[in-house]
Structures are given as structure tokens and as C-alpha cells.
């Protein structure tokens, strides 16, 4: 998960002390959610100042998968601008918004993301039934 700025450059926490730009660690966009830079605590300044900020934080930083990743640096993000006038963003939070809220960029980035959860699942229901 990445965060754009008013200029269109993603930055995305990508992996240990490193925050990528225009470069993300699981190549490009499959979804996307449009947010509103209006939204931010002084406009698309604002925006910009607490992108850049989130990412000051997050190049010193280690990644953890789990519990401190490129969720995490979202909504630090979202947080210091206090988007939508809130300050209490969180990874759980942005993974249900982009779940309900989150567009596919295509068709074929569709599949492409629910490819693997398919073969998976496919996998272990045949294996559920012939065993």
C-alpha cells in the first residue's frame, strides 16, 4: 500500500529504513483508492508536508510484516495531516476502506489479485474432499 502526493509520486514503505518512490515492493497497482487532498489539515500542502513527513519517520524504521509495514506508513500518513478530520487512522482501518472502497485499476489486475487465493483455496478443497 502506497500513498501518492499532489504531484502523483507514490511512496510506499518498502522495506526495511526504506520508503520507495514511484517503485513499489509488490510492483505495480492493482487497486486504488481516490482520497481527496481538500481533505487534509491545510489542503494539498498539508498533503504533502505529512506524506513527506510519514516517510522521514518510516526511512528509520525497520519493516515488520505484520505489525509495522506499508498500512502502517498510510495512515502515520493520514494521521499527521488528520485527514477527514480525524486522527485515528490505523492499517485495519485502511484495509477495510480499500476492501469496500478500493477500485481495481482493471479487469486483468482483478485476476491478477485474486488469482493465488483461488489456486489455494481450489488446492485445499480437493485435497479436503479426496482425503
Excluded at 27 to 53: C, E, F, H, V
Excluded at 119 to 130: D, P, R, V
Aim: positive net charge.
Amino acid at each position: 500500500m502506497g500513498i501518492a502526493t499532489s504531484k502523483g509520486v507514490i511512496r510506499d514503505f518498502a522495506g526495511p529504513y526504506y520508503v520507495s518512490e514511484d517503485n513499489m515492493a509488490f510492483g505495480n497497482p492493482t487497486r486504488y483508492m481516490q482520497l481527496d487532498a481538500k481533505k487534509a489539515a491545510q489542503g494539498s500542502s498539508g498533503w504533502d508536508t505529512a506524506i513527506a513527513d510519514a516517510s522521514k519517520i518510516y526511512d528509520g524504521r525497520i519493516h515488520n510484516l505484520c505489525c509495522d509495514n506499508c498500512h502502517s506508513h498510510v495512515a502515520t500518513a493520514l494521521n499527521l495531516m488528520t485527514y477527514d478530520g480525524r486522527s485515528s487512522w490505523n492499517m485495519i482501518k485502511l484495509c477495510f476502506q480499500m476492501l469496500v472502497f478500493g477500485r481495481y485499476v482493471s479487469k486483468a489486475a482483478m485476476f491478477k489479485s485474486w488469482l493465488p487465493f483461488l489456486i489455494i483455496l481450489t488446492i485445499i478443497i480437493t485435497a479436503a474432499i479426496l482425503l
